[in-house]
């Protein structure tokens, strides 16, 4: 299944394009921190970016709501071609860095309710699926 939950501030500006298909594209990157024990017991952290990219109306509210330094919950998957890694959105909530674990609860409360309002893994799939060819028509 390729599902990916990021939580992140924006450190870029949110720009916007027009595909050929009329569809807009706002494109903006993130950083994500990570941190773990090492073997020496030693507390270790870095930052990881990731290029974002929101169609359709996700596009609109996101060029029109970030600022650099905003912090933000994505909710989406990963698309790579010709060596390029990227995440498309499926849904973009912009919160305070106050409200961070306030945020991350209602985008996990988002994933747990597609899990639990499936009757198996196939049909959880399927609309993983659906909203993602939503995404991509940007509905």
């Not at 597609?114 to 995404?135: F, G, P, T, W, Y």
Request: hydrophobic share 35%.
């Amino acid at each position: 299944m390729n599902y990916v939950f990021l939580s992140g501030e924006v450190t870029t500006v949110p720009s916007m394009v027009s595909l050929p298909t009329k569809t807009p594209l706002c494109v903006f990157s993130i950083k994500v921190e990570e941190t773990w024990v090492d073997r020496s017991q030693k507390k270790c952290r870095r930052f990881n970016n990731f290029k974002i990219e929101a169609l359709g109306k996700n596009a609109s509210g996101a060029y029109e709501t970030l600022t650099l330094g905003s912090f933000v919950n994505i909710i989406g998957y990963l698309r790579t071609d010709k060596d390029r890694t990227r995440v498309r959105a499926y849904t973009i909530t912009a919160h305070d860095k106050d409200s961070l674990a306030e945020g991350y609860a209602r985008a996990l409360d988002q994933v747990i309710a597609i899990m639990e309002n499936s009757d198996s893994k196939d049909q959880a799939l399927n609309k993983i699926e659906v909203l993602r060819a939503e995404v991509r028509e940007g509905n």
